[in-house]
């Protein structure tokens, strides 16, 4: 019989008692990202992962860290900076009033990923396996810890994104990398238009592009930045073919982590409570032209992510998003009777909670489209 530490014997217990009454839980980690609550207001009991935490293994000659779910990224990432490795997605940590912002639990869970996404990919890349309590109690074990070990049904890297509904992740494999040897930040002056087709043009060719971000400015300039990372040799002749403003390696750093963590002057009014406009986030094909919507845009990833401020209905701003391929995530902010999630289509929607049914049949965990 598999051996459990007290704190999943803990966990466990909830679920069963949970499982029995019809009670409702919610896994909550840091409580980092509250706002993208599926079901804000429902009923329902958290349950606390943040006891839940320690690194089990970490071998840097292999590229992989084992850490439990209630793990903080920010302690995470400090232990990976030590050997000289970090997790090349960026995922934001959400560090605000003095929390200890997301968890590795929670990082997954969310399947958030900031600038690096572009150049290094999502998080879900990064996961090699996991384990995971599902509301029937029992414990279960995906993937492996290493690249080679990982086999049959992928469902490690399913539970990014799935927001808690599919169980309690408990741990989780990592694949980490060694930090860039060289990067650089160029600044060019061109409209939003112009910049994505550029991004394309140049994502096309053999360049170490890591990262990319358009938005308008304070004194209204339309700035696209690019961030350079790997070889010193490949990101200086990059940099000489590109050409462009080269942005101060002290500023460029600053820039990326306020845009990976949202503190960037853009966002600024979109952590405001009495906020009247929704933080939109988009996801559309890198090739999509400027969307038709009233508001303020920022986009990243070569132009496949598109943050929108904006008092535009909901019902146009996903009716946009889907006209060329994409869909729209209420991320902060707005009318809380607005489903955070574009409700799935069918067939979709029938896989989704067929899949829902065989990890959660008791209904414990959250429904991330608001059914009952």
Not at 192 to 210: F, K
Not at 250 to 276: I, K, N, S
Request: glycine share 12%; charged share 20%.
């Amino acid at each position: 019989m598999e051996s459990l530490p007290d704190t999943v014997r803990a966990l466990r217990e909830q679920v069963q008692q949970a499982a029995a009454d019809g009670t409702r839980l919610r896994p909550r980690g840091g409580a980092s990202k509250q706002w993208l609550d599926p079901r804000p207001g429902h009923e329902a009991r958290v349950l606390d992962m943040r006891a839940h935490a320690g690194v089990l293994a970490y071998e840097p000659s292999e590229l992989y860290v084992t850490a439990r779910a209630g793990t903080a990224l920010v302690e995470l990432e400090a232990m990976l900076a030590q050997q000289g490795q970090c997790l090349p997605c960026d995922p934001p940590r959400f560090l605000r009033d003095g929390g200890a912002g997301a968890t590795v639990g929670g990082m997954v869970a969310a399947g958030l990923s900031g600038p690096g996404r572009l150049g290094a990919g999502a998080v879900r890349d990064y996961v090699l396996g996991a384990s995971l309590l599902n509301g029937r109690g029992e414990v279960l074990h995906f993937g492996g810890q290493v690249m080679k070990n990982v086999a049959g049904y992928d469902v490690s890297r399913l539970l990014a994104g799935s927001m808690g509904s599919l169980g309690v992740i408990l741990e989780v494999s990592l694949k980490v990398l060694p930090l860039p040897r060289a990067q650089a930040t160029l600044a060019f002056e061109m409209p939003q238009q112009q910049a994505t087709e550029q991004l394309n043009r140049w994502g096309g060719q053999p360049l170490p592009i890591s990262a990319s971000a358009w938005w308008i400015d304070a004194d209204g300039r339309e700035r696209l930045y690019l961030r350079l990372r790997g070889a010193r040799a490949a990101v200086d002749a990059a940099c000489t073919r590109l050409g462009g403003e080269r942005v101060a390696d002290a500023q460029a750093d600053a820039l990326w982590e306020a845009l990976r963590e949202q503190t960037l002057d853009w966002f600024a009014p979109t952590w405001q409570q009495a906020l009247a406009q929704t933080l939109w986030r988009i996801a559309v094909p890198q090739t999509a032209p400027v969307l038709d919507l009233p508001g303020q845009t920022l986009v990243e990833w070569g132009g496949s992510l598109r943050w929108l401020r904006s008092d535009a209905d909901a019902a146009a701003v996903r009716e946009a998003a889907a006209r060329v391929g994409g869909h729209a995530t209420r991320f902060r902010g707005g009318d809380p009777g607005v489903p955070v999630f574009t409700p799935p289509q069918a067939p979709l929607d029938r896989i989704q909670r067929q899949v829902k049914l065989a990890f959660d049949p008791h209904g414990v965990f959250p429904d991330c489209f608001g059914a009952a």
